[in-house]
T-cell receptor, first 112, second 112 residues
Framework: DAKTTQPPSMDCAEGRAANLPCNHS???????VYWYRQIHSQGPQYIIH???NNETNEMASLIITEDRKSSTLILPHATLRDTAVYYC?????????????FGTGTRLQVTL | DAGVTQSPTHLIKTRGQQVTLRCSPK?????VSWYQQALGQGPQFIFQ???????QRGNFPDRFSGHQFPNYSSELNVNALLLGDSALYLC???????????FGPGTRLTVT
C-alpha cells in the first residue's frame, strides 16, 4: 500500500470549512483513498473514500487531484464535534485480503 | 442494526498472563480484522479473518493469535503478555475482504 503524508495538526474556527490535505505520491492505479477519523480513543469512524473522481456525502467532500498524487478532505461547516484525528489511507479495494495502513494522521482542533 | 461490538471494554492483566478479547461483527459482515493502537499512534494491523481462516497478518509475533467462529464473530488471544502490549485493541468488520471496514469501540488493555 502507498504511503501517505499529512500535517500533524490543524486548527479551524467553528462554522468555517476545514480543508485537510494528504499526499500520496506513490499511489497505484488500483488504490483508493480512504478517510477515517477518531474522536478521543473511540473506534475510527469512516468518512469517505474515492478512486479518482471527487466524492461527496453527508459528512464531507473528497477532492482528488487529476494525477491522484494528493487529495483534500473538506468538512464544509466544521463544528466542535469535528475535533478529532483524521487519517488518510491508501488501500487496494479488491476481493482479496487488504489491510488499512494508518499513519499518525492530522489532529484537527475546531475552536469557537 | 447493531454495529461492531467488542468485549470487554477495559481490562487489566499482569505480565506473563494470557488474555482473550472478543468481537461481534456488524450484521451481514463476514470478515473481521484486528488492530492494535498504542497511545499516541495510529492503529496497526494485526490480522484478518475470513471463512474462519487467517487471510493476512501484520508484523506481530506468534503470541498474537485469533479465531473466527461460524457466526463470523472473532477472538483475539495474546499469550505471555508484555508491558508493551498495553494498548487499545480495535476490531473492524466488512461485508467481504477488501470492502469498507467499520470499527468497534475497542478494548483498552492495560498490562502491569
Amino acid at each position: 500500500d502507498a504511503k501517505t503524508t499529512q500535517p500533524p495538526s490543524m486548527d479551524c474556527a467553528e462554522g468555517r470549512a476545514a480543508n485537510l490535505p494528504c499526499n500520496h505520491s506513490t499511489i497505484s492505479g488500483n488504490e483508493y483513498v480512504y478517510w477515517y477519523r477518531q474522536i478521543h480513543s473511540q473506534g475510527p469512524q469512516y468518512i469517505i473514500h474515492g478512486l479518482k473522481n471527487n466524492e461527496t456525502n453527508e459528512m464531507a467532500s473528497l477532492i482528488i487531484t487529476e494525477d491522484r498524487k494528493s487529495s483534500t478532505l473538506i468538512l464544509p461547516h466544521a463544528t466542535l464535534r469535528d475535533t478529532a484525528v483524521y487519517y488518510c489511507i491508501v488501500r487496494v479495494a479488491t476481493g482479496t485480503a487488504s489491510k488499512l495502513t494508518f499513519g499518525t494522521g492530522t489532529r484537527l482542533q475546531v475552536t469557537l | 442494526d447493531a454495529g461492531v461490538t467488542q468485549s470487554p471494554t477495559h481490562l487489566i492483566k499482569t505480565r506473563g498472563q494470557q488474555v482473550t478479547l472478543r468481537c461481534s461483527p456488524k450484521s451481514g459482515h463476514d470478515t473481521v480484522s484486528w488492530y492494535q493502537q498504542a497511545l499516541g499512534q495510529g492503529p496497526q494491523f494485526i490480522f484478518q479473518y475470513y471463512e474462519e481462516e487467517e487471510r493476512q497478518r501484520g508484523n506481530f509475533p506468534d503470541r498474537f493469535s485469533g479465531h473466527q467462529f461460524p457466526n463470523y464473530s472473532s477472538e483475539l488471544n495474546v499469550n505471555a503478555l508484555l508491558l508493551g502490549d498495553s494498548a487499545l485493541y480495535l476490531c473492524a468488520s466488512s461485508l467481504r475482504m477488501g470492502e469498507l471496514e467499520y470499527f468497534g469501540p475497542g478494548t483498552r488493555l492495560t498490562v502491569t
